[in-house]
C-alpha cells in the first residue's frame, strides 16, 4: 500500500530533486497549459487570417467567426481546467502535510 512517506520520497530523474506530489501536479499542469495556449494561440490566428481574407464570402466569414468563438471557449476552458487542477493540487497537499 503506498503511503504518504512513499509519496513524499518520490524521485524522478528528469525533475532532479524529489519534488512533492503538488509540485509534480502543478509541472505537468503547466505544460498541457502551455501546449494548450500556444495552439489555441495559432488556431486564434488561423481564424483571425480567415476572418480577414474572407471579402464578400459569407461562408468563410461564418467559418472564421465559428472558429473565433471556439477559440474563447477554448482558452476559458484551458483556463478553468488549470484553476481546478491547481486548487485540488493545493488541497490535497494540504490534506497529506
Not at 498541457?32 to 471579402?55: D, H, M, P
Not at 461562408?59 to 473565433?68: E, V
Request: hydrophobic letters at 55%; proline letters at 3%; a positive charge.
Amino acid at each position: 500500500m503506498i503511503t504518504t512517506e512513499d509519496i513524499k520520497n518520490l524521485t524522478i530523474p528528469i525533475l532532479g530533486s524529489a519534488p512533492a506530489f503538488s509540485d509534480l501536479v502543478a509541472r505537468i499542469a503547466n505544460i498541457f497549459v502551455t501546449i494548450a495556449g500556444i495552439l489555441a494561440f495559432f488556431y486564434l490566428v488561423y481564424a483571425g487570417i480567415l476572418y480577414i481574407t474572407s471579402g464578400n464570402n459569407p461562408d468563410q466569414a461564418k467559418k472564421a467567426q465559428a472558429g473565433l468563438v471556439n477559440v474563447i471557449i477554448g482558452i476559458i476552458i484551458i483556463t478553468l481546467s488549470y484553476v481546478i487542477v491547481r486548487t485540488v493540487g493545493n488541497i490535497i497537499t494540504t490534506v497529506i502535510k
